[in-house]
């Protein structure tokens, strides 16, 4: 069976968010557009809020599937980065907890992600096979490009 481990991630993680786009629970919120990623960016993503809202919950899935159960604060350090300070060296900043408690929360609300007592969230049974079935049409897909590949 083909897991979320035998493709690369950014091709499901583009896929999961096309995918996330048809579920009616799981919308940006309306300061989307102006808000940074976190105190370590300059500026708000380039893409608008109905882009990169989807790249992040499908991250978010993405990582509590291979490090499930994760806190809010373990993924505020996944999505943190260097801070620039001037002429002083960089310094690590955690991401946006905001952003991600919401998307958990709208993941929730859908039905992928539930809270596993204190110790975080983990995908349910719909989450899992969503991730699969889209792993699993990735796989064929890559497959039948090396395919056509090999042909010539």
Same mark, same amino acid.
């Given at each position: 069976?083909? #897991?979320?481990?035998? %493709?690369?991630?950014? @091709?499901? %993680?583009?896929?999961?968010?096309?995918?996330?786009? *048809?579920?009616?629970?799981? &919308?940006?919120?309306?300061?989307? $557009?102006? %808000? !940074? #990623?976190? +105190?370590?960016?300059?500026?708000?993503?380039?893409?608008?809020?109905? +882009?990169?809202?989807y790249i992040r919950c499908a991250s =978010?899935?993405?990582?509590?599937?291979? *490090?499930?159960?994760?806190?809010? $604060?373990?993924? !505020?350090? &996944?999505?943190? /980065? &260097? !801070?620039?300070?001037?002429?002083?060296?960089?310094?690590?900043?955690?991401?946006s907890g905001a952003i991600i408690r *919401?998307?958990?929360?709208?993941?929730?609300?859908? /039905? @992928? +992600?539930?809270?596993? /007592?204190k110790k975080g969230r983990i995908l #349910? *049974?719909? /989450? +899992?096979? =969503? @991730?699969?079935?889209?792993?699993?049409?990735?796989? @064929? $897909?890559?497959?039948?490009?090396?395919?056509?590949? !090999?042909?010539?």
């Open positions: 069976m083909t #897991t979320l481990y035998d %493709v690369p991630a950014q @091709l499901i %993680v583009e896929e999961i968010a096309k995918e996330l786009k *048809n579920y009616d629970e799981i &919308k940006p919120p309306s300061w989307a $557009n102006y %808000v !940074k #990623t976190g +105190v370590h960016k300059e500026r708000a993503p380039d893409q608008p809020a109905d +882009v990169w809202w =978010l899935l993405r990582k509590i599937y291979i *490090n499930g159960p994760i806190g809010v $604060n373990r993924l !505020k350090l &996944k999505y943190g /980065g &260097k !801070k620039h300070i001037g002429c002083r060296p960089y310094h690590f900043r955690k991401g *919401n998307a958990l929360q709208q993941l929730e609300k859908a /039905g @992928l +992600v539930e809270l596993r /007592g #349910t *049974n719909d /989450g +899992v096979s =969503l @991730l699969d079935r889209i792993a699993h049409r990735i796989k @064929l $897909n890559l497959q039948k490009e090396i395919i056509e590949l !090999k042909k010539y």
